[in-house]
């Protein structure tokens, strides 16, 4: 696709429950990034991939959280024992050199 | 000391006015700066990159002073459709965007 897609766009999930969240980056793109962002605030940075290698996983809030992207394009972001403050939107974006990034829609994250 | 911090606003401008913000950064490293829009409920979006002094694109411009670590955007003969939340994006050099919790702008009629 032209553009960055994130799946899925809203998800519900029980306290307790694993999530995994999809990002398909634009085709060609290197850079890979993570972000969290509760309502009225910025996105918070989780984690960043070049190609495969996970250069930068500071900002996973906990070892719940984990991120993965095994070939270098599709990343998966996965949260396990999901908690109510996990509950946030969380965005994906791609950049090809590491300059200018492009975001996808992000996926709605709700615990209940 | 936040990485990069912006004044929250809300900035309330008139239609047709001019209205400027800042954005600082605490990482001396940062190579080019960004400033993204966000609209409600939305992802952001790239508005202007900034990798020398300044950049201008039509009603905005961008300004970068490195000396004190600050960018600005300034938006002249606002429009309603300018009402978003304004991102400064300082780009490190290991690669990282490290987002500013945003300016809301809010143009009124």
């Known amino acids: 696709g032209a553009g960055v897609s994130q799946s899925p766009r809203y998800k519900v999930a029980k306290r307790g429950q694993d999530v995994a969240l999809r990002c398909d980056p634009i085709s060609g793109h290197v850079s890979l990034f993570w972000y969290q962002q509760a309502l009225g605030q910025g996105p918070e940075f989780l984690t960043y991939f070049q190609n495969e290698a996970q250069l930068d996983k500071s900002g996973l809030p906990s070892d719940r959280f984990f991120a993965e992207r095994p070939e270098g394009s599709v990343s998966t972001l996965k949260i396990q024992r999901t908690q109510q403050e996990d509950s946030a939107v969380y965005l994906c974006a791609s950049s090809l050199d590491g300059d200018r990034a492009f975001f996808g829609q992000g996926t709605r994250l709700t615990v209940v | 000391r936040k990485e990069v911090e912006q004044d929250p606003g809300p900035f309330n401008v008139p239609e047709g006015a001019t209205v400027a913000f800042n954005c600082t950064y605490s990482?001396?490293?940062?190579?080019?700066f960004f400033w993204y829009r966000q609209d409600c409920r939305k992802e952001p979006k790239l508005l202007m990159s900034v990798y020398s002094s300044g950049n201008e694109d039509g009603r905005f411009t961008a300004q970068l002073n490195r000396a004190s670590q600050y960018i600005s955007l300034l938006i002249r003969d606002s429009k309603l459709s300018d009402s978003a939340t304004y991102l400064c994006?300082?780009?490190?050099?290991?690669?990282?965007?490290?987002f500013g919790a945003g300016t809301q702008v809010v143009v009124t009629p």
């Open positions: 990482n001396s490293a940062s190579q080019s």
């Open positions: 994006v300082p780009f490190d050099s290991w690669g990282k965007l490290q």
